[in-house]
């Protein structure tokens, strides 16, 4: 969920029936849903579309979360010991719960989209804190090199009609 949408840990915990419309298909969080007290909406993923889809079908009378153990509230210690639990047996280190929003966002961002839809769906107000989320890897340095000659012409003809570089 939290990789596929970039929603906060309490806000996957606190998701409620009502805030998935799986037709339209958005998760549309109220103000009272986010640490910002902005509301917003997600698009869902085809991946996780199945995810909510069962998620759905175990209803506990009186029990409007859409994730829960028996009805009851998730507290924020179980996910956390699934967490790390999940990540010892995929032997990774160093990732907490929180690193599925980081990663959810440069993803969106290195797909194309732009700031402001990205900043949108993740609940982020302000262009600096939304920049703490996009690491520019290594990889993607190397992809601008090749697409710089797209904009200019980098090679002219001297008089002799021999090619010259201009490349500095």
Same mark, same amino acid.
């Given at each position: !969920?939290?990789?596929?949408?970039? !929603? ?5 915990? *606190?998701? $409620?029936? %009502?805030?998935?419309?799986? @037709? ?11 640490? /910002? ?15 909510? @889809?069962?998620?759905?079908? +175990? ?6 979360? =859409? ?25 990774? %280190?160093?990732? =907490?719960?929180?690193?599925? $929003?980081? /990663?959810?966002?440069? *993803?969106? &961002? ?6 402001? &839809? ?9 262009? #600096?804190?939304? @920049?703490?989320?996009?690491? +520019? ?7 601008? +090199?090749? #697409?710089?000659?797209?904009? !200019?012409?980098?090679?002219?003809? *001297?008089? *002799?009609?021999?090619? +010259? %570089?201009?490349?500095?």
């Amino acid at each position: !969920m939290a990789y596929r949408t970039a !929603m906060r840990k309490e806000e996957i915990m *606190n998701l $409620r029936i %009502s805030r998935i419309d799986l @037709k339209e298909g958005f998760i549309r969080l109220k103000p009272e849903d986010t640490k /910002t007290d902005t509301g917003r909406s997600i698009p869902i993923h085809l991946e996780l579309q199945e995810v909510l @889809k069962d998620a759905l079908k +175990v209803r506990f009378l009186g029990s409007e979360l =859409v994730f829960h153990l028996d009805g009851k509230h998730i507290i924020p210690h179980d996910i956390r010991v699934a967490h790390e639990a999940a990540c010892k047996e995929a032997g990774i %280190s160093n990732f =907490v719960f929180h690193d599925f $929003r980081h /990663t959810c966002i440069n *993803n969106w &961002r290195k797909d194309h989209h732009d700031y402001f &839809r990205i900043m949108a769906t993740s609940g982020h107000k302000t262009i #600096s804190v939304f @920049k703490r989320y996009n690491m +520019v890897d290594e990889e993607e340095l190397k992809t601008r +090199v090749p #697409s710089m000659d797209t904009y !200019m012409d980098t090679k002219t003809k *001297n008089e *002799n009609k021999k090619e +010259v %570089s201009t490349n500095a």
